[in-house]
Each structure stands twice: as structure tokens, then as C-alpha cells.
């Protein structure tokens, strides 16, 4: 069955340190996976998606099908940081729907 | 950018009487659009998708009849929570895709109902 587990409900860290948001996933076809990220009273936005290979706002991914692991990654927190983060993974075919992870809420301190 | 809208932002109704949710993409077209359930300190779940033109796809352990949704327009879908109950409180978000996007979603704000 397809899931997504993001094990960690709160991972709390001070301004400018290293921060690392687990996802793993188990899915037999191919896998898309994002990070979509909701800010304080704002709606889900989409944050990185792993074929794009790029960096937002300081964030990397990299998919390890080895590990079937996409775990977020920032070298330097900073207090606008502070969200909640879903890992999501797409199904292929048919509408591409969304599985989404528990997500992990990030707390930066000053 | 696009921007998903959805209202009514808050309602408040009795048990067993039917709410409607009304979920737009205000600047383009979205043949597909998403609705999902998210619950106090959990995930999104998943409900059913939905296609302009077409009958809802729902997910397993949803029922069809309770959760009644219309794609009528390539810029808006509806859920409707027929007969709600209070277990029904809940924030439903919906999202829409591009036509032309096989994989973003854009997320409405969500609206909160709660059934007393």
C-alpha cells in the first residue's frame, strides 16, 4: 500500500542551525514526491518537488530510492522557518493524487 | 499566481441538515480538482477527486452519498455534507490542478465545519 510516514510531529531548533525533516515512503511504482509547507494562517503551498532538483528558500531534497527516503534539508534555520511541513507523494497514473505524510511542524527559535 | 478560493470560510450548522462548500480556481481552468479532509493536529486525507464534466472519485471508507460533490465548471466544484452530523467537523480544503499541469496542486484556504 502506498503511505507516507513523517515520524517526527515536532522537531524544535535554534536560529542557524542544521535541519533535517524525515520522509519516507513505500510506493511500488514510480514515485513523485514534494514538500508542500503551510505557514501560520496561510494555506498549503507547495515548496519543492523532487524532480526539479532545485533549492527553495535555502531547502534541498534529494529522493534516495535505495532508502525510499526524501528527507528536507537546511543547512541554517531561520525563525521564518517555523511551519508545518508535509511530505507528499504522487501516485502515477489515472489523476495523480496526493498521499500526504503526517506532517512535522518546525519550530526555529531565536 | 493561481489562487484557489473557497467558501463559505467558517460554517456552523445543526445535525442532519446539508452544507455546501463551494471550492473556485479564480484565474485559470482546473479539470481536476481535490477535496480533503483534514483533522485537528492530522494530515490531509483524501475524500475524492474531482473531474469537470465527470463523476466524483472517491476514496475508500468515504461515502458518496453523505459527501455529494459537483464539478459543474472548469473554475468550480462543490462539496455538499448531506444529513451532517457533529463527527463530520472537520476542515475540508480543496485544490485545484492546472489543465495544463500534470502535478501541482493549489490549495484553497480551507473552510471549518462544524455541526452542533
Known amino acids: 500500500a502506498q503511505r507516507v510516514t513523517q515520524p517526527e510531529k515536532l522537531l524544535s531548533v535554534f536560529k542557524g542551525a542544521p535541519v533535517e525533516l524525515k520522509c519516507n515512503y513505500s510506493?511500488?511504482?514510480?514515485?513523485?514526491l514534494f514538500w508542500y509547507v503551510q505557514y501560520s494562517r496561510q494555506r498549503l503551498q507547495l515548496l519543492l518537488r523532487?524532480?526539479s532538483r532545485e533549492s527553495i528558500k535555502g531547502f534541498t531534497a534529494d529522493l534516495n530510492k535505495g532508502e525510499t527516503s526524501f528527507h528536507l534539508k537546511k543547512p541554517f534555520a531561520q525563525e521564518e522557518d517555523s511551519a508545518m511541513y508535509y511530505c507528499?507523494?504522487?501516485?502515477?497514473?489515472?489523476?495523480?493524487?496526493?498521499?500526504f505524510g503526517a506532517g512535522t511542524r518546525l519550530a526555529v527559535h531565536p | 499566481g493561481a489562487v484557489v478560493s473557497q467558501h463559505p470560510s467558517r460554517v456552523i450548522c445543526k445535525s442532519g441538515t446539508s452544507v455546501k462548500i463551494e471550492c473556485r480556481s479564480l484565474d485559470f481552468q482546473a479539470t481536476t480538482m481535490f477535496w480533503y479532509r483534514q483533522f485537528p493536529k492530522k494530515s490531509l486525507m483524501l475524500m475524492a477527486t474531482s473531474n469537470e464534466g465527470s463523476k466524483a472519485t472517491y476514496e475508500q471508507g468515504v461515502e458518496k452519498d453523505k459527501f455529494l460533490i459537483n464539478h459543474a465548471s472548469l473554475t468550480l466544484s462543490t462539496l455538499t455534507v448531506t444529513s451532517a452530523h457533529p463527527e463530520d467537523s472537520s476542515f475540508y480544503i480543496c485544490s485545484a490542478r492546472l489543465k495544463t499541469s500534470s502535478y501541482e496542486q493549489y490549495f484553497g484556504p480551507g473552510t471549518r465545519l462544524t455541526v452542533t
Open positions: 510506493y511500488s511504482g514510480s514515485p513523485e
Open positions: 523532487h524532480i
Open positions: 507528499a507523494l504522487s501516485l502515477s497514473g489515472g489523476y495523480n493524487k496526493l498521499i
